[in-house]
């Protein structure tokens, strides 16, 4: 019992976990996805990158390559995030089954 008890709390210390990088990856796409926006409005050929700390100056070409890539970078992360927890609530809602049947409405493991 308290094996399972156990497993519940580190899958609910780590769904947290999940959830909040994959918050701060959301966040990065959509900001990806205003720059990109941006450079199909600009006009000029040569843009500042940011990479890192540093700035370099490229074309309007490389910087929406680079946007392209950083997407696919970032969603293939997100995907990932949300692949672990499904799996996390999944294995969750077994443990809940037997924690409750066990022990009834004297354990809580809903949050509030």
């Known amino acids: 019992d308290q094996e399972n008890i156990n497993r519940f709390a580190r899958l609910n210390a ?5 959830r909040a990088e994959k918050a701060v990856f959301q966040k990065s796409l959509e900001r990806l996805d205003d720059a990109s926006t941006e450079l199909m409005m600009a006009s ?7 990479v890192g700390e540093s700035f370099f100056d490229t074309s309007e070409e490389d910087a929406t390559e680079y946007c392209e890539a950083e997407v696919e970078r970032l969603q293939a992360k997100i995907d990932d995030l949300q692949s672990e927890e499904d799996t996390i609530l999944e294995e969750q809602a077994s443990l809940k089954k037997i924690l409750y049947g066990r022990f009834g409405k004297s354990i809580q493991l809903e949050e509030k």
């Open 14 to 18: 780590r769904l947290h976990e999940v």
């Open 44 to 50: 000029g050929d040569k843009v500042m990158l940011l």
